[in-house]
């Protein structure tokens, strides 16, 4: 369901995810936040909530949560983690698992992920393991929590030993992306997010891929009706996968384009957000697919060059000579990237792409291709 403003862009929108008893609403749109008590109340019990999270978010918007949920007589109680990706640890896990014992939260009740996508998966999965899984609701408040990590179920945390490698599937039971609060994010952070929606277009729709080179510019500089669109058309392309294949046995696989790569980067860089963000390694990981698919001969050659060149327009990294500091040698790198969850029975999967918007998921990618590809981004 979408409303349009005159110039004919979005203005407030819902997208629907239909997963059976699992199935949910996606709002996305402005004053979602001030109006959030009467959004959550329906799903209430008792006129009660826990909210996680972080302590910039807190700083910016806690307040105006908090007005809002009372606004519609729903108290909450707050816990502030530290931002960043280190948040996605086995000590934050736990002080929050307990700090929602402590709130005495019980099995028919809400807890609110108010945050970014390290709050929604970390606070996504405290709720899955709460006596066996409370119900949890999703207010995320950066770029890339909008249109990617608060929709779909994957929560978890990291492990020493990489990315995302200790979690559960647990759909959330509402998602209010209210794109006010995107006002507040620094360029950098938005333009991470901004790696997962280019990440859509580049997987499955050309059209979105080239209504972002005409748009995304106006977007990142501030236009509403535009942010409420390319949120509404990621989840909408996000949803559809999901319901497609919820766990990942087959087409939510897509979804990980450029994100073999990244997470080799992530690891390599010890998830340090001032070297590299998800969405920056997200965004170097489509480039390098799509060179690999190049080199393979899946694609053509101008593929590659506009991914790069709306990539460099849009300000962001397109290399691995862009991340700052030494990365492990091409070989360690590739040593990593075995790591992945993608990977079976010892064969590493990829993310390959036929053209822009025709992505798939293969096993048949040389080594050798792979290493070249590293080299001449170094
Ligand atoms: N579960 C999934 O399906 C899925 C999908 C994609 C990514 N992810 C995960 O998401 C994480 C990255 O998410 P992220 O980029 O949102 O990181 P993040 O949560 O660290 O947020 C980025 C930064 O922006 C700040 N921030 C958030 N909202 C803000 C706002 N409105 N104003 C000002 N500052 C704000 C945060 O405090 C943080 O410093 C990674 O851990 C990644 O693995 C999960």
């Known amino acids: 369901m979408t409303k349009t403003s005159p110039n004919g862009g979005a203005t407030q929108a819902t997208v629907h995810v239909p997963l059976d008893t699992r199935a949910y609403d996606v709002q996305i749109g402005t004053g979602l936040i001030a109006s959030a008590g009467a959004q959550i109340l329906p799903l209430l019990r008792r006129p009660k909530v826990a909210v996680v999270t972080d302590e910039n978010v807190a700083s910016l918007h806690l307040d105006a949560l908090r007005a809002g949920l009372a606004a519609d007589g729903v108290e909450m109680t707050s816990l502030k983690l530290p931002a960043g990706e280190s948040t996605k640890s086995w000590p934050h896990l736990s002080k929050t698992v307990e700090w929602l014992l402590d709130q005495k939260v019980e099995r028919g009740d809400v807890v609110v992920a ?132 919820e766990t990942e046995q087959g087409d939510r696989a897509l979804l990980n384009l450029g994100h073999t790569f990244c997470h080799a980067l992530e690891t390599a860089t010890d998830y340090a957000s001032s070297r590299l963000l998800h969405g920056e390694g997200v965004a170097i990981g489509c480039a390098l697919a799509f060179e690999a698919s190049m080199r393979l001969g899946l694609c053509a050659q101008e593929a590659p060059s506009r991914v790069r060149a709306h990539l460099r327009a849009m300000g962001m990294k397109v290399d691995l000579r862009d991340i700052d500091g030494e990365l492990p040698s091409t070989d360690a790198l590739i040593e990593l990237m075995s790591q992945d969850k993608k990977v079976i029975d010892g064969q590493l999967r990829f993310i390959m792409a036929r053209g822009i918007g025709d992505a798939f998921v293969t096993t048949d990618v040389p080594v050798d291709v792979v290493r070249g590809v590293l080299e001449d981004a170094r």
């Not at 620094?186 to 859509?200: N, P, S, W």
């Not at 942010?227 to 989840?235: G, Q, T, Y």
């Open 114 to 245: 108010f945050g970014g996508g390290v709050i929604g998966d970390l606070v996504g999965f405290a709720a899955a393991i709460l006596r066996r899984g409370v119900r949890f609701v999703q207010i995320p408040t950066s770029l890339l929590a909008q249109v990617d990590s608060s929709v779909g179920g994957k929560t978890g945390i990291n492990a020493p030993h990489g990315k995302n490698l200790i979690g559960a599937f647990h759909q959330p039971s509402l998602v209010l992306a209210d794109v006010d609060v995107l006002a507040t994010l620094q360029t950098r952070d938005f333009l991470a997010g901004y790696g997962e929606v280019v990440k859509y277009g580049l997987l499955g729709s050309a059209a979105f891929f080239e209504w972002l080179e005409e748009n995304a510019p106006a977007m990142a500089a501030g236009d509403v009706d535009l942010r409420i669109e390319a949120v509404r058309r990621s989840v909408q392309m996000k949803a559809d996968i999901v319901v497609r294949d």
